[in-house]
């Protein structure tokens, strides 16, 4: 495990020189888009009080020109920037895998599999818009792991009418269980005790969707979770007692909506964050340490499942 | 007219449900007793092979061996009542962790293929055993508040139910394995 003074050697020896590089490539970027910024204002300004003389009154006509600016000016900063994010993305973060664990892989524009994923059976809605990066897979100790960031909608209607719901962003985490099964157990955040006390425990059995409701003895763990299975005994198997106290803990330690899934001898593990992962600043300077420790940490977390989780226990007849 | 009929149709209705959910009740306990059986009998099948892997190495656990051989015999036999194979069970629970400890002294043994992979299928059918216990005890706590609540006991006591006892270890079982009567033995 590394600690953050070993990533404080690690920042100030391996990568400030790769930073250094990346700042002055991102100074370049800003500058470029300083000067575009500037022309498209002038632009925008001029089209105002042409169309102010013609038309006379401020609304609706003025808010065109301007809605035309603000997105003509973010598809230029995202067009200038690939190159940099993508740079930043092989040097830098490749950089911070390895220093973590030698043995993992990182794929920037790669992703968890939208089939995967919908075989964890963890979210019941087919997402059609579906998109991840930073994929890292690799052994960590005798658990083969592999993890993304994704972003998962489900865009409904057409023209006016069109809503777009998330189905799931954030991490979603898969790992080689260390036991055997055959059945199905989904582990999901338990909002209808939260809002209706003892009868939730009622209503969540009411869901036909998923499963029988498996009411597990662990009274932190049933606060948090609800759980569905096919088999009463297979899912205690699976859900020992140690292993709810560790799933309660990691709960405690991300403090982010957390669901999970055991499907087909392997655990699927779903992280909801609000903020984009492993993206590096445009707008604002990288040479910070915090930055990187940022990255670090999420790495970190995402990685620690296996410990977490105690999957490198091999005692049963799984190896 | 309408509506009476409906009041009556749903007055009719809900004592079958509260029926037909305590049968339900009642048999999910004992298909889950059903399947402890099952998983102990596996145990007991796992002991003759168990006791060919160590008897070579394990000179001075004879006692130890031949004691878990005759529990095992007892415990499949028609002859013993319920009871005392519930009792059996217990014994040989405690004695197989000897054995395991015993173990310890054999580092030959240890270290086996054999014995190996004995011990991974013993320790994953123990972890099983727990599992179904624990859905046992889960299956009585919902068939014990069905029998118990309001307004399911009306139909439960016309139908006489009473309320189950949970898995429980005894106050025997619950002192630790002492490691220095294992090796003694």
């Known amino acids: 495990m590394k600690t953050l003074d070993d990533l404080r050697r690690f920042y100030n020896t ?24 500037v022309a498209i204002a002038i632009l925008v300004i001029i089209t105002l009080l042409f169309v102010l003389q013609q038309v006379g009154s401020f609304f609706p006509a003025t808010l065109f ?4 600016a603000i997105v003509l000016f973010a598809f230029i900063a995202n067009l200038l920037s690939k190159g940099y994010v993508r740079e930043f993305k092989n040097t830098i973060i490749q950089k911070i895998v390895k220093f973590i664990d030698e043995n993992l ?26 998109k991840g990066d930073d994929y890292v897979s690799g052994k960590v100790g005798a658990t083969q792991t592999e993890f993304s960031e994704l972003h998962a909608e489900y865009e409904s209607g057409s023209g006016k009418n069109r809503s777009r719901r998330t189905v799931f962003k954030g991490l979603f985490f898969i790992a080689d269980f260390n036991k055997h099964f055959t059945c199905k157990a989904i582990v999901l955040p338990d909002t ?58 990691f709960k405690k330690k991300t403090s982010r909506p957390i669901y999970l899934s055991f499907v087909g001898s392997r655990v699927f ?21 915090e930055l ?13 499942i296996v410990d977490d989780l105690n999957l490198n226990t091999r005692i049963w007849t799984k190896q | 007219m309408y509506i009476a009929i409906m009041i009556i149709a749903a007055l009719l209705l809900i004592p079958i449900l509260i029926y037909n959910s305590l049968v339900g009740r009642k048999n999910q306990v004992l298909n889950v007793f059903g399947t402890i059986d099952a998983l102990l009998k596996k145990r007991y099948d796992l ?9 070579g190495y394990m000179r001075h656990e004879r006692t130890l061996l031949a004691e878990v051989t005759e ?13 005392e194979k519930v009792e059996l069970d217990n014994k040989v629970t405690k004695i197989l962790s000897r054995i395991m400890l015993a173990v310890e002294n054999y580092p030959d043994l240890k270290a086996g293929e054999n014995f190996m992979h004995l011990q991974r299928t013993l320790t994953e059918l123990e972890e099983q055993i727990s599992a179904a216990r624990r859905a046992y005890n889960a299956a009585v706590t919902d068939y014990n508040n069905a029998v118990e609540m309001f307004p399911t006991n009306v139909v439960a006591s016309i139908m006489n139910y009473k309320r189950r006892k949970f898995f429980e270890i005894s106050e025997k079982e619950r002192e630790s394995v002492d490691a220095g009567k294992s090796f003694s033995a």
């Open chain 2, 71 to 83: 529990m095992r015999a007892k415990a499949i036999s028609d002859r013993t009542s319920d009871d």
């Open chain 1, 105 to 130: 892989n990182y794929v920037p524009h790669r992703c968890i599999s939208k089939s995967v994923f919908m075989a964890s059976e963890i979210f019941k809605t087919r997402p059609n818009r579906y």
């Open chain 1, 292 to 304: 990187v420790r940022e990255y670090f940490e999420d790495l970190q977390l995402a990685i620690g």
């Open chain 2, 47 to 55: 002991i003759p092979n168990l006791v060919a892997t160590v008897k």
């Open chain 1, 269 to 289: 593990v779903a992280v909801s964050y609000t903020k984009n992962l492993f993206e590096p600043r445009l707008f604002r300077t990288i040479l910070h340490f």
């Open chain 1, 65 to 68: 020109p301007l809605i035309g």
């Open chain 1, 192 to 249: 209808a005790e939260k809002l209706f006390g003892s009868f939730g425990k009622m209503f969540q059995s009411w869901n036909v969707l998923r499963g029988r409701l498996i009411k597990l003895e662990d009274p932190e763990f049933e606060k948090f979770f609800v759980v569905y299975g096919d088999d009463q005994i297979q899912a205690r198997y699976i859900l020992s007692t140690s292993l709810m106290a560790r799933i309660v803990d």
């Open chain 1, 14 to 37: 391996a990568l400030s020189a790769d930073l250094n590089a990346l700042e002055a490539k991102r100074k370049a970027i800003m500058q470029k888009l300083t000067y575009i910024g």
